[in-house]
């Protein structure tokens, strides 16, 4: 059996969960489902994650609820546990299906966070090179950068030090020119990966519905259970709802108030979302230019589509690929 998984993304409140469901529901036993989604990773926060209930369940989930404790689960962190579990369901002889809209996440399957080596220059010349940095304005510095890499430096505002500063910190510690210290095209395995859309209107709709759905089904008790050490650690991340909760628990806000702001969030994030797949895919599309790998990219519109049909198409080409 070659070594396929399916990825699923699309904007927060799309319908991905009921998309998978409906595809795994007419084979249970050829799939399992791995969650993409960065929020489901973390124990205690379901309603506002909206987590499926994924222990009740015919077809086996991974990586729902493995965070117990308040811990910022990096990109890295990601791609290995995940890899992990896609070896771990193609060894049961199924196909493995992501599911999720984290957009940083889901790009680690495709470009992996590279582990530079720091170990090419000696650290006294390092700590020379950036002990002068301190001397120069911003203009020097990215003058500097320009010389060594005109093709990185053209990309970082001039007065954007933090990323000059670490376009710098490369050249020093590796030899390696920051433009080409890139993450390189190595996804796990061949892929079909469908983004979800729908029509705007019909979104915004979705997501102001499925918020007050949320409230109605306790969202706020959630949070007004979490340990102050959550509290802290979701105002850090600013997880889109729980941070508002905070400030109306607060009495900060009104529930109206809280209602309305979560709902322009989740409207705002969900065009940041879009923006980030029409990034990503032209990366894909632009990437293996020598078909190394079987893929298969489209967009999937929930509002114009017939989601049976295709359904029923894609579980044929996925039986004809497995």
């Not at 729902?64 to 811990?71: C, G, M, Y």
């Not at 095209?185 to 949320?214: C, Q, S, V």
Request: glycine residues 4%; proline residues 5%.
């Amino acid at each position: 059996m070659q070594k396929l998984f399916l990825l699923f993304s699309g904007p927060t409140a799309v319908g991905k969960t009921d998309f998978v469901n409906r595809l795994t529901d007419q084979a249970p036993e050829l799939f399992a489902i791995i969650n993409g989604d960065m929020g489901q990773l973390y124990t205690p926060l379901s309603i506002g994650t909206a987590k499926p209930d994924w222990k009740n369940q015919a077809v086996a989930h991974y990586l729902f609820d493995v965070i117990e404790k308040p811990h910022n689960y990096t990109v890295s962190e990601y791609r290995q546990a995940v890899v992990q579990c896609l070896e771990k369901v193609w060894s049961a002889g199924k196909i493995p299906i992501i599911v999720g809209g984290s957009g940083f996440y889901l790009k680690s399957l495709f470009f992996p966070p590279q582990d530079l080596d720091f170990k090419y220059t000696p650290e006294e010349v390092v700590n020379v090179n950036l002990k002068n940095n301190e001397q120069k304005t911003p203009q020097e510095l990215w003058q500097e950068l320009y010389a060594i890499d005109p093709e990185r430096a053209t990309t970082i505002h001039m007065h954007d030090v933090y990323r000059v500063e670490r376009a710098l910190t490369i050249w020093y510690t590796t030899g390696i020119k920051p433009s080409e210290a890139g993450p390189l095209y190595t996804p796990p395995g061949n892929y079909i990966f469908l983004h979800l859309t729908r029509e705007r209107e019909e979104l915004y709709t979705r997501i102001n519905a499925r918020t007050k759905l949320m409230i109605e089904q306790g969202w706020i008790d959630e949070v007004k259970s979490l340990s102050s050490a959550w509290r802290s650690f979701l105002r850090e991340k600013r997880l889109i709802g729980y941070p508002e909760i905070i400030e109306f628990l607060e009495d900060s806000i009104s529930k109206q108030e809280l209602v309305e702001s979560i709902s322009m969030q989740t409207r705002a994030y969900a065009k940041r979302q879009e923006t980030f797949w029409k990034s990503l895919k032209k990366q894909l599309v632009q990437s293996d230019t020598e078909q190394v790998y079987l893929k298969h990219i489209n967009e999937v519109n929930l509002t114009l589509s017939n989601v049976d049909l295709y359904l029923k198409q894609l579980l044929s080409i996925v039986k004809s690929l497995n």
